[in-house]
Structures are given as C-alpha cells and as structure tokens.
C-alpha cells in the first residue's frame, strides 16, 4: 500500500510518520482492495488543547474512505481515525458482498 504523509503548518517528526504508517498499514487486513493511504495532519490555530487533527483518505477500487478526527495529540487523533475507518470499511465490504 502507499501511503503519503502531509503534514500542514509543522514538520511532522520520523517517530510520528512511522506510528501512523503502521496504524494505517493495518487497515489492510479490513479490506484487500485498499491501493493507498492519504494522511493530512494539521495543526489547528485554537485555544483549545484539542488542536491537532488527523485526516486519512483510503483509496479503494471504485470507492474512496474519508475520516477526521481532532484531539489532544497527532498519536490520539489517528487512533481515532483508523477506529473509524475500520467501521466504514467493514461496511464498504458488506456492502460488496451483497452486489
């Protein structure tokens, strides 16, 4: 799978980078027509603590799956990004099978 990591108004570090690749590498046991992994970090101009946000596209044959989350570390928010893209891609699969 290949995965592009953009990082937007910081440098993201190695450590960080390596975390998500393998979060994100683990995605592909959910569905086994993923080709790539787009992942967007921001770091958000706020007040709050939660201000660093994840947002990671997989590329799949015909279909693409999008989601984003904001919490209080880069590490946080991809957790909670691949949580939620295992849900829509167990449903991405469902759906395929019926068809």
């Known amino acids: 799978m290949n995965i592009t990591i953009s990082s937007l108004h910081f440098k993201a570090d190695q450590k960080l980078e390596t975390f998500i690749t393998e979060k994100v ?10 080709i790539g992994a787009e992942v967007t ?10 201000n660093k946000t ?8 015909g279909n693409d799956v999008l989601a984003e989350k904001t919490a209080k570390s880069f590490e946080e928010a991809t957790d909670n990004v691949v949580e ?7 449903k991405v699969k469902d759906k395929e099978r019926k068809n």
Do not use: C, S, Y
């Open 41 to 50: 970090l921001k770091l958000e101009n706020t007040d709050k603590p939660e």
């Open 54 to 61: 994840a947002e990671i596209k997989i590329k799949i044959r």
């Open 25 to 34: 590498e683990k995605l592909e046991k959910m569905h086994d027509g993923i």
């Open 84 to 90: 939620a893209l295992k849900k829509q891609l167990v």
